[in-house]
């Protein structure tokens, strides 16, 4: 049973518009997040985390918003660029401050940004 | 900062023969590196959790003893493919748990892809 989903495969956004990917989890004990950007051929990289404590955390033209009744969160890409065409993992870990960091990963979501 | 290397990047091998791949963090010491595994269209799977000096941890149903982990030392863990079957092919990646620069981040490596003829 996947406890990070995301249910949409890909998405399609004109540049300059705002890309928005959503995660779902089930595990009420994930209370840290991280949304991982990946380009063909090459490893996952780390683009922008947010705690439970925490609703919101921007970084730049990055937002994550997490709604933990919902257990849901999302990534605000605004305005998207043709570099942002990648898939987008979304994963959760329990216990924030741990030493072991597990991690649960999303499917991915294949974003594609059109000039 | 926080690199993590990865090495080779693509291993096509013989069905029975043995790889090693190798994860080194290059500029910050790695206690806990984990292996993934990913099939295409699908999430990266954890396979184990690497702990420099100790054993590592392997999630149910993955066979301790066709993927040996070894984390020798604060920058190095190696994962080797014992008697690689087709069925292993798959692209594997690591990662590096580090609390500097960023607290409780994994940073991966670029990943390697394992074809098993």
């Known amino acids: 049973d996947q406890q990070v989903k995301q249910n949409s495969p890909s998405l399609s956004v004109q540049e300059g518009r705002i890309s928005i990917l959503n995660c779902d989890y089930t595990?009420?004990?994930?209370?840290?997040f991280l949304w991982y950007k990946k380009y063909p051929a090459e490893g996952p990289t780390f683009l922008i985390s947010?705690?439970?404590?925490?609703d919101k955390n921007e970084d730049g033209r990055f937002t994550v918003f997490l709604n933990k009744s919902a257990k849901h969160l999302s990534l605000h890409i605004v305005p998207s660029q043709p570099g942002d065409s990648a898939v987008y993992f979304c994963?959760?870990?329990?216990?924030?401050?741990?030493?072991?960091?597990?991690?649960?990963f999303g499917k991915g979501t294949k974003l594609s940004v059109k000039p | 900062g926080a690199v993590v290397s990865q090495h080779p990047s693509r291993v096509i091998c013989k069905s029975g023969t043995s790889v090693k791949i190798e994860c080194r963090s290059l500029?910050?010491?790695?206690?806990?590196m984990f292996w993934y595994r990913q099939f295409p269209k699908q999430s990266l799977m954890l396979m184990a959790t690497?702990?420099?000096?100790?054993?590592?941890?392997?999630e149910q149903g993955v066979e301790k003893d066709k993927f040996l982990i070894n984390h020798a030392s604060l920058t190095l863990s190696t994962l080797t493919v014992t008697s690689a079957h087709p069925e292993d092919s798959s692209f594997y990646i690591c990662?590096?748990?580090?609390?500097?620069?960023?607290?409780?981040?994994?940073?991966f490596g670029a990943g390697t892809r394992l074809s098993v003829l």
């Open positions: 500029d910050f010491q790695a206690t806990t």
């Open positions: 947010i705690s439970s404590i925490k």
């Open positions: 994963a959760a870990s329990a216990g924030y401050g741990g030493s072991q960091g597990n991690l649960i």
């Open positions: 690497s702990n420099e000096g100790s054993k590592a941890t392997y």
């Open positions: 595990n009420s004990m994930f209370d840290y």
């Open positions: 990662s590096a748990h580090s609390t500097r620069p960023r607290k409780n981040i994994q940073y």
